[in-house]
């Protein structure tokens, strides 16, 4: 048993039984307070019952990339694949980029995710760990809910590791959730002995004050301090790095590497995959010494890093942050620069790294990025293309272009539901000069997160907006303009000729047989005058189906 896990006899008890009778757990808490050490505990027992383990670690770098997460956690039973029903099969695929479809429906994204999970479980049982779940992509953390409340009579157990103070699909769920506390005194005095024995009754005083019964804190504190500080014949830092100063313990000791290794540490930080051979072609950029692996084992062997064959992970979450804490604005921008160099492969990703690489504008790079964003909507991952082309508009020299980007963004935005970052990308964009189909969609995102009853003048107003729109080539803003002003007369009496010119502003559109959107304007706008209309295209569209 891991030393970080002394006091925590209760928690491994609910953690084992877990993964005895399956269900799912989410584990929360401050950093360093032992949920990956009770994680690893779960692992290690799953093994030894001879129980399959499928695990995802979120990356903050890779929370952009939309079911980045799943794919990680999926990866060696897509074999299996082919035996999913063609729906879930097919939306799976798209949502990993594997075809080019219409953006996956989330439902069954999750249906194939269980289902691929419950066929894995079948002979001796499955354990599914999501560590660092915050930083999980938001339609991993969707599918991942999604399965956690399904999971029933199957032997698959999921436990989640989820940082307090982040929002997550996980920790708004619903699910069964074990909260860890610090250590008591009694446990904290017992693992800072086995730790370090000889301590001084003054300095083994001070640390166990200061760490507040954080675990990883007591763990790494007497490492993070000088021999003379230990023995007491020096003072100790008037502030010990714990908690959240904790990463200054970390990066204290990656500054006694090498400087070929600090190099290769902050690509493998940087970088949103633990691919080994990613971090060294990475590295040796420009610079092939810095490619050489056993600058790597240097880090491995001072306990900061796991390196197998292919694949290099960090200890603890913190010492990624602290790396990319500790180096200067230029160094991060070079590591990704590098990055962005062997990715020519992965376009997604050689955009949001090159994206990190820019100090101002770059209107290539904004226009890569415009296409990652564009992939990851196809995709199904609209947070991640809001994020994409908020980066592009700010990577955009062209004005034309940042307003048409942080637009399209705040489009998206209102469709995920998130007023507040609508209100921010507006308030962007209305200081540019924006062209008339931009100042167009300003006008009905607005009308429709601040939702009220405009008069007269103001609807016959938006009606010639969807004409114009229309005019302009752009079908969709239109129909959302003319949707718009159709629900307002639904709403409110405007009188017979603001419905009248809805009217006519739809059959400037197509007919009812073009498109159904146009069958529920013309129902919301005008559903005395034109509801036999309506009725009869509705009826005999159903009887067609059912030929």
Same mark, same amino acid.
């Given at each position: 048993?891991?030393?970080?896990?002394?006091?925590?006899?209760?928690?491994?008890?609910?953690?084992?039984?877990?993964?005895?009778?399956?269900?799912?757990?989410?584990?929360?808490?401050?950093?360093?307070?032992?949920?990956?050490?009770?994680?690893?505990?779960?692992?290690?027992?799953?093994?030894?019952?001879?129980?399959?383990?499928?695990?995802?670690?979120?990356?903050?770098?890779?929370?952009?990339?939309?079911?980045?997460?799943?794919?990680?956690?999926?990866?060696?039973?897509?074999?299996?694949?082919?035996?999913?029903?063609?729906?879930?099969?097919?939306?799976?695929?798209?949502?990993?980029?594997?075809?080019?479809?219409?953006?996956?429906?989330?439902?069954?994204?999750?249906?194939?995710?269980?289902?691929?999970?419950?066929?894995?479980?079948?002979?001796?049982?499955?354990?599914?760990?999501?560590?660092?779940?915050?930083?999980?992509?938001?339609?991993?953390?969707?599918?991942?809910?999604?399965?956690?409340?399904?999971?029933?009579?199957?032997?698959?157990?999921?436990?989640?590791?989820?940082?307090?103070?982040?929002?997550?699909?996980?920790?708004?769920?619903?699910?069964?959730?074990?909260?860890?506390?610090?250590?008591?005194?009694?446990?904290?005095?017992?693992?800072?002995?086995?730790?370090?024995?000889?301590?001084?009754?003054?300095?083994?005083?001070?640390?166990?004050?200061?760490?507040?019964?954080?675990?990883?804190?007591?763990?790494?504190?007497?490492?993070?301090?000088?021999?003379?500080?230990?023995?007491?014949?020096?003072?100790?830092?008037?502030?010990?790095?714990?908690?959240?100063?904790?990463?200054?313990?970390?990066?204290?000791?990656?500054?006694?590497?090498?400087?070929?290794?600090?190099?290769?540490?902050?690509?493998?930080?940087?970088?949103?995959?633990? @691919? &080994?051979?990613?971090? *060294?072609?990475?590295?040796?950029?420009?610079? !092939?010494? /810095?490619?050489?692996?056993?600058? $790597? #084992?240097?880090?491995?062997?001072?306990?900061?890093?796991?390196?197998?064959?292919?694949?290099?992970?960090?200890?603890?979450?913190?010492?990624?942050?602290?790396?990319?804490?500790?180096?200067?604005?230029?160094?991060?921008?070079?590591?990704?620069?590098?990055?962005?160099?062997?990715?020519?492969?992965?376009?997604?990703?050689?955009?949001?790294?090159?994206?990190?690489?820019?100090?101002?504008?770059?209107?290539?790079?904004?226009?890569?990025?415009?296409?990652?964003?564009?992939?990851?909507?196809?995709?199904?991952?609209?947070?991640?293309?809001?994020?994409?082309?908020?980066?592009?508009?700010?990577?955009?020299?062209?004005?034309?272009?940042?307003?048409?980007?942080?637009?399209?963004?705040? @489009? &998206?935005?209102?469709? *995920?539901?998130?007023?507040?970052?609508?209100? !921010?990308? /507006?308030?962007?964009?209305?200081? $540019? #000069?924006?062209?008339?189909?931009?100042?167009?969609?300003?006008?009905?995102?607005?009308?429709?997160?601040?939702?009220?009853?405009?008069?007269?003048?103001?609807?016959?107003?938006?009606?010639?907006?969807?004409?114009?729109?229309?005019?302009?080539?752009?079908?969709?803003?239109?129909?959302?303009?003319?949707?718009?002003?159709?629900?307002?007369?639904?709403?409110?009496?405007?009188?017979?000729?603001?419905?009248?010119?809805?009217?006519?502003?739809?059959?400037?559109?197509?007919?009812?047989?073009?498109?159904?959107?146009?069958?529920?304007?013309?129902?919301?706008?005008?559903?005395?005058?034109?509801?036999?209309?309506?009725?009869?295209?509705?009826?005999?569209?159903?009887?067609?189906?059912?030929?």
């Amino acid at each position: 048993m891991s030393p970080s896990l002394v006091g925590r006899m209760l928690e491994i008890d609910g953690i084992l039984e877990l993964v005895r009778s399956g269900g799912s757990l989410v584990v929360t808490g401050p950093p360093g307070i032992g949920k990956s050490s009770l994680l690893h505990e779960a692992e290690h027992a799953a093994r030894a019952r001879g129980m399959g383990v499928l695990s995802a670690i979120g990356v903050q770098s890779e929370a952009h990339l939309p079911y980045a997460g799943l794919h990680q956690l999926l990866r060696p039973v897509l074999d299996r694949i082919d035996r999913l029903p063609p729906p879930q099969r097919d939306a799976i695929q798209a949502a990993f980029g594997l075809r080019e479809a219409e953006p996956p429906d989330l439902f069954l994204v999750g249906l194939g995710t269980l289902n691929l999970l419950t066929d894995e479980a079948t002979n001796d049982g499955l354990l599914v760990i999501a560590e660092d779940a915050q930083w999980l992509d938001h339609g991993t953390g969707e599918v991942m809910a999604f399965v956690a409340r399904r999971l029933g009579t199957d032997p698959v157990s999921l436990l989640i590791a989820l940082r307090e103070g982040h929002e997550s699909p996980l920790s708004v769920a619903g699910l069964s959730e074990m909260r860890l506390e610090g250590l008591d005194e009694v446990a904290a005095t017992e693992l800072l002995g086995e730790l370090a024995p000889d301590l001084p009754a003054s300095v083994r005083d001070r640390l166990l004050e200061e760490s507040a019964g954080n675990a990883l804190a007591l763990v790494e504190l007497p490492a993070a301090l000088a021999s003379d500080q230990l023995a007491g014949a020096a003072p100790l830092p008037v502030v010990l790095p714990i908690t959240e100063r904790l990463e200054r313990a970390f990066a204290s000791r990656v500054q006694e590497l090498r400087p070929e290794t600090r190099a290769q540490l902050l690509i493998a930080a940087l970088n949103d995959s633990g @691919d &080994l051979e990613e971090v *060294l072609r990475a590295s040796a950029v420009g610079d !092939r010494k /810095l490619g050489d692996l056993q600058t $790597l #084992e240097d880090a491995a062997a001072s306990g900061l890093v796991d390196l197998d064959p292919t694949t290099l992970r960090f200890r603890h979450p913190l010492v990624r942050s602290a790396i990319v804490q500790m180096v200067s604005d230029a160094d991060r921008r070079s590591a990704h620069e590098r990055l962005a160099d062997v990715l020519v492969d992965d376009p997604d990703r050689r955009a949001w790294h090159r994206a990190a690489s820019i100090v101002g504008t770059d209107d290539d790079v904004a226009s890569q990025l415009e296409a990652a964003a564009a992939r990851a909507e196809r995709r199904g991952g609209i947070a991640t293309a809001v994020a994409g082309l908020e980066r592009a508009a700010e990577l955009s020299g062209d004005v034309g272009a940042r307003g048409r980007r942080l637009m399209h963004a705040a @489009d &998206l935005a209102f469709e *995920l539901g998130r007023r507040d970052l609508v209100g !921010r990308l /507006l308030q962007r964009a209305e200081l $540019l #000069e924006l062209g008339e189909l931009e100042r167009g969609r300003m006008t009905w995102i607005q009308e429709m997160v601040a939702p009220r009853i405009p008069g007269a003048a103001e609807l016959q107003s938006l009606v010639h907006l969807a004409d114009r729109s229309r005019t302009l080539d752009d079908q969709d803003l239109a129909m959302d303009v003319l949707w718009l002003v159709a629900q307002r007369c639904y709403w409110s009496a405007p009188g017979g000729d603001i419905r009248a010119e809805v009217i006519k502003a739809a059959a400037s559109l197509g007919s009812l047989d073009d498109d159904p959107r146009l069958v529920a304007i013309v129902a919301y706008a005008a559903p005395i005058e034109r509801g036999t209309a309506v009725v009869d295209h509705v009826s005999r569209a159903v009887s067609d189906h059912h030929e």
